[in-house]
């Protein structure tokens, strides 16, 4: 059982025009000389303001919090720094100092198709250590600028304290926009300990400052926090508990839906309608409840990054009926459809563009992207457009959208009327905008699933996520990276809104143009292995069937549909369970044996994936992964596949898998005994 431990000293961060120039966050005397006036509520002591913490308790211990600076001065103040959260005092307890070999830094990298790379190292590896008798400037800083908040670091920091064993977790849930988390060290010589800054507000990171007039206020954005008995497995497990608590979008019944999308290795956003209806036909055999039409149902004259942002249906691609026809042929054959959208992006030669530039977004004068540009979610026009858009494609039977979203609009934008207004104050309104429309469209249309995708998880933070059904995981189009990407992501956000490619039949983007189906395309994954191995993966998620599965041998089709099966019977379970990496977390580059699991304790079920990431060479491998931590004893209930060199067995807490070869995966299901 995780048990919550008491939090560090929750307090906030400020600087007041331009008096503090410290590159680095420790301690500038503004909280520390501040007076408690009522709950929650901070003086400053010259009178210029006032901060209010708002705290919400969520699920399991964990804290929301976010800051309010409010001017009750008579003259403006000019804030270039606010914390959502501050916590203080970490490593005042216990015998050993910080920078004894006490703690341990968790945190992840994330890249286009490599999300999810977590590290483990000590906090001077990290950047953190003692210098000599003066505060350290040192620090562990995680940040990200623009609008692809994902785009370097997960906006997550985990301080493991390994003489005490306990987890403190970190995290800003800043809603698409620049952040900073920043681990420092607050006094002298042997006295110093831990601190932690969280937001979104800091001149330092992108620039962000704010001017706030007499009786004017500011919130931040919320961050998340607390401290878990245990180490990363427990304090991932706390967090996925709050964010299931956070979610604003319930997934229809509750459960991750199986969905087919065109476009990963397979279609690669050139579909028509000669190549769609096999792959719904394959679809519908196999199970899926959504298809989804990616890139390229809307008109364009061949150029889409200037033509996009209209979203009118290319009817000519489709035959006779037109995108119309092709929703209707996949309602026709039990499902619901979706299609492509990026509603943030226009083209510069659309027609939305050339009526409206002003709902364009700009930088110093200059409308930002070239042919692919911005639209100012701001701007009500803009907001009609993309609103009426939503609702023409509901009219026509469209029930499931995936919002990408390829580029970054950068450091900050222009405010229209407002040239003072800082820009990167400016883009986080533009954010929120564009977040408060997804809302007002999903509460019109609540049967409307509308997925986050941003080059694959390129805006993941859970401020942002929140606000939709699912998140892409990755554009990693390899399937033995992807269990990499998906179980380090799945740390990061509840694993039933990490949408998992599943693509057998695999066709690589660089042939998209001249790839034909043949027998000996089909005969290549004859063995079923490859298939095998992307089902295990679109198991352990919210799983998008993809790949030319309408290529594929009856054999083949049998494992996806098996798969399928098994997916449906899970859900309930995936839907509540937590992630547990009973062997640590996987390297993209690692080629190895990785076991990972989802656990439910209600049930006292285990849905453990084993991938071999190596390469094929024909070679039998045998594992032995331990589960004591989890159970003394368990007994299995299932293995997927039932074939020939896929086998499980289990000895009290020990439990040996054997795969024909490297390259291999499979499925357990276990109970505890």
Same mark, same amino acid.
């Given at each position: 059982?995780?048990?919550?431990?008491?939090?560090?000293?929750?307090?906030?961060?400020?600087?007041l025009?331009?008096?503090?120039?410290?590159?680095?966050?420790?301690?500038?005397?503004?909280?520390e000389t501040?007076? *408690?006036?009522?709950?929650g509520?901070?003086?400053?002591?010259?009178g210029?303001?006032?901060i209010?913490?708002?705290? *919400?308790?969520?699920?399991?211990g964990?804290?929301?919090?976010?800051?309010?600076?409010? %001017?009750?001065?008579?003259?403006?103040?000019?804030?270039?720094?606010?914390?959502?959260?501050?916590?203080?005092?970490?490593?005042?307890?216990?015998?050993?100092?910080?920078?004894?070999d006490?703690?341990?830094?968790?945190f992840?990298?994330?890249?286009? *198709?490599?999300e999810?790379?977590?590290?483990?190292?000590?906090?001077?590896?990290?950047?953190?250590?003692k210098?000599?008798?003066?505060?350290?400037?040192?620090?562990?800083?995680?940040?990200?600028?623009?609008?692809?908040?994902?785009?370097?670091?997960?906006?997550?920091?985990?301080?493991?304290?390994?003489?005490?064993?306990?987890?403190?977790?970190?995290?800003?849930?800043?809603?698409?926009?620049?952040?900073q988390?920043?681990?420092?060290?607050?006094g002298?010589?042997?006295?110093?300990?831990?601190?932690?800054?969280?937001?979104?507000?800091?001149?330092g990171?992108?620039?962000?400052?704010?001017?706030l007039?007499?009786?004017?206020?500011?919130t931040?954005?919320?961050?998340?926090?607390?401290?878990v008995?245990?180490?990363?497995?427990?304090?991932v497990?706390?967090?996925?508990?709050?964010?299931?608590?956070?979610?604003l979008?319930?997934?229809?019944?509750?459960?991750?839906?199986?969905?087919?999308?065109?476009?990963?290795?397979?279609?690669w956003?050139?579909?028509?309608?000669?190549?769609?209806?096999?792959?719904?036909d394959a679809?519908?055999?196999?199970?899926?409840?959504?298809f989804?039409?990616?890139?390229?149902?809307?008109r364009?004259?061949?150029?889409?990054?200037?033509?996009?942002?209209?979203?009118?249906?290319w009817?000519?691609?489709?035959?006779?009926?037109?995108?119309?026809?092709?929703?209707?042929?996949?309602?026709?054959?039990?499902?619901?459809?979706?299609?492509?959208?990026?509603?943030?992006?226009?083209?510069?030669?659309?027609a939305?563009?050339?009526?409206?530039? &002003?709902?364009?977004?700009?930088?110093?004068?200059?409308?930002?992207?070239?042919d692919?540009?911005?639209?100012?979610f701001?701007?009500?026009?803009?907001?009609?457009?993309?609103?009426?858009?939503?609702?023409?494609l509901?009219?026509?039977?469209?029930?499931?959208?995936?919002n990408?979203?390829?580029?970054?609009?950068?450091?900050?934008?222009?405010t229209?009327g407002?040239p003072?207004?800082?820009?990167?104050?400016?883009?986080?309104?533009?954010?929120?905008?564009?977040?408060?429309l997804v809302?007002?469209?999903?509460?019109?249309?609540?049967?409307?699933?509308?997925?986050?995708?941003?080059?694959?998880?390129?805006?993941?933070?859970?401020?942002?996520?929140?606000?939709?059904?699912?998140?892409?995981?990755?554009? *990693?189009?390899?399937?033995?990276?992807?269990p990499?990407?998906?179980?380090?992501l799945?740390?990061?956000?509840?694993? &039933?809104?990490?949408?998992?490619?599943?693509?057998?039949?695999?066709?690589?983007i660089?042939?998209?143009?001249?790839?034909?189906s043949?027998?000996?395309?089909?005969?290549?994954?004859?063995?079923?292995?490859?298939?095998?191995? %992307?089902?295990?993966?679109?198991?352990?998620g919210?799983?998008?069937?993809?790949?030319?599965?309408?290529c594929?041998?009856?054999? %083949?089709?049998s494992?996806?549909?098996?798969?399928a099966?098994?997916?449906k019977r %899970?859900?309930t379970?995936?839907?509540?369970?937590v992630?547990?990496?009973?062997?640590?977390?996987?390297?993209?580059s690692?080629?190895?044996?990785?076991?990972?699991?989802?656990l439910?304790?209600?049930?006292?079920?285990?849905?453990?994936?084993v991938?071999?990431?190596?390469?094929?060479?024909?070679?039998?491998?045998?594992?032995?992964i331990?589960?004591?931590r989890?159970?003394?004893a368990?007994?299995?209930?299932?293995?997927?596949?039932?074939?020939?060199?896929?086998?499980?067995?289990?000895?009290?807490?020990?439990?040996?898998?054997t795969?024909?070869?490297r390259?291999?995966?499979?499925?357990?299901?276990?109970?505890?005994?």
């Amino acid at each position: 059982m995780v048990m919550l431990m008491e939090t560090p000293a929750s307090t906030f961060y400020l600087n007041l025009n331009a008096e503090n120039n410290n590159t680095y966050i420790a301690s500038n005397g503004i909280a520390e000389t501040a007076t *408690q006036v009522a709950d929650g509520v901070l003086r400053l002591a010259d009178g210029r303001g006032e901060i209010h913490l708002e705290r *919400q308790s969520l699920p399991g211990g964990a804290t929301l919090q976010r800051t309010t600076l409010v %001017n009750t001065g008579d003259t403006a103040l000019l804030a270039d720094t606010l914390s959502a959260a501050f916590l203080t005092g970490i490593g005042s307890d216990g015998e050993r100092r910080w920078d004894d070999d006490r703690f341990r830094v968790h945190f992840a990298y994330s890249s286009w *198709q490599g999300e999810g790379q977590w590290r483990h190292m000590s906090p001077e590896d990290a950047g953190l250590y003692k210098t000599y008798n003066h505060h350290s400037q040192t620090s562990v800083r995680l940040r990200s600028v623009g609008t692809w908040s994902t785009a370097k670091y997960y906006p997550l920091l985990l301080l493991e304290d390994t003489e005490l064993h306990r987890t403190h977790f970190f995290e800003v849930l800043v809603g698409g926009t620049g952040w900073q988390i920043e681990l420092c060290a607050r006094g002298h010589r042997e006295d110093s300990t831990l601190c932690v800054f969280l937001g979104a507000a800091c001149e330092g990171n992108d620039g962000w400052t704010l001017t706030l007039a007499p009786g004017e206020r500011y919130t931040t954005c919320p961050a998340l926090y607390g401290c878990v008995e245990g180490g990363f497995e427990e304090a991932v497990a706390a967090l996925t508990g709050a964010k299931r608590a956070l979610a604003l979008r319930r997934l229809p019944g509750g459960v991750p839906p199986l969905c087919f999308n065109d476009y990963m290795n397979c279609l690669w956003a050139l579909p028509t309608r000669e190549k769609l209806i096999p792959l719904m036909d394959a679809a519908a055999r196999v199970g899926a409840e959504y298809f989804v039409i990616d890139a390229g149902w809307f008109r364009t004259s061949g150029n889409w990054s200037a033509d996009m942002g209209d979203w009118e249906p290319w009817d000519e691609l489709f035959g006779e009926g037109g995108v119309q026809g092709i929703l209707d042929e996949i309602v026709a054959r039990g499902m619901k459809p979706g299609v492509w959208l990026e509603i943030e992006s226009v083209g510069i030669s659309s027609a939305f563009a050339k009526a409206h530039p &002003e709902a364009l977004l700009y930088r110093h004068g200059h409308v930002i992207g070239k042919d692919r540009c911005f639209m100012d979610f701001r701007n009500p026009a803009v907001r009609a457009h993309i609103r009426g858009v939503f609702d023409r494609l509901y009219r026509m039977g469209v029930r499931y959208v995936k919002n990408d979203y390829n580029q970054s609009v950068g450091v900050g934008i222009d405010t229209p009327g407002a040239p003072d207004r800082n820009g990167a104050l400016a883009l986080g309104d533009h954010a929120a905008a564009v977040l408060s429309l997804v809302d007002e469209i999903c509460t019109a249309y609540p049967d409307f699933i509308i997925e986050s995708c941003c080059s694959g998880a390129m805006r993941s933070d859970f401020g942002a996520v929140r606000h939709f059904y699912l998140q892409s995981s990755s554009d *990693q189009e390899d399937y033995l990276r992807t269990p990499s990407v998906i179980t380090g992501l799945s740390a990061c956000l509840p694993p &039933e809104r990490v949408g998992v490619w599943a693509c057998p039949y695999p066709v690589a983007i660089d042939y998209r143009d001249s790839f034909r189906s043949s027998a000996e395309f089909t005969a290549g994954f004859a063995d079923g292995r490859v298939t095998v191995h %992307n089902m295990v993966s679109g198991l352990m998620g919210l799983m998008y069937l993809s790949g030319h599965i309408d290529c594929a041998d009856g054999f %083949n089709l049998s494992l996806m549909r098996q798969a399928a099966d098994i997916y449906k019977r %899970n859900r309930t379970i995936t839907a509540r369970a937590v992630p547990v990496f009973p062997a640590g977390t996987l390297r993209l580059s690692g080629r190895e044996t990785f076991p990972y699991g989802l656990l439910d304790r209600e049930s006292g079920k285990l849905l453990l994936a084993v991938w071999s990431t190596a390469l094929p060479d024909g070679t039998p491998l045998q594992t032995q992964i331990d589960l004591s931590r989890y159970a003394g004893a368990w007994r299995i209930a299932d293995v997927y596949p039932a074939l020939p060199g896929y086998t499980a067995s289990v000895s009290g807490a020990t439990l040996t898998v054997t795969l024909p070869e490297r390259g291999s995966a499979a499925y357990i299901e276990l109970g505890i005994l």
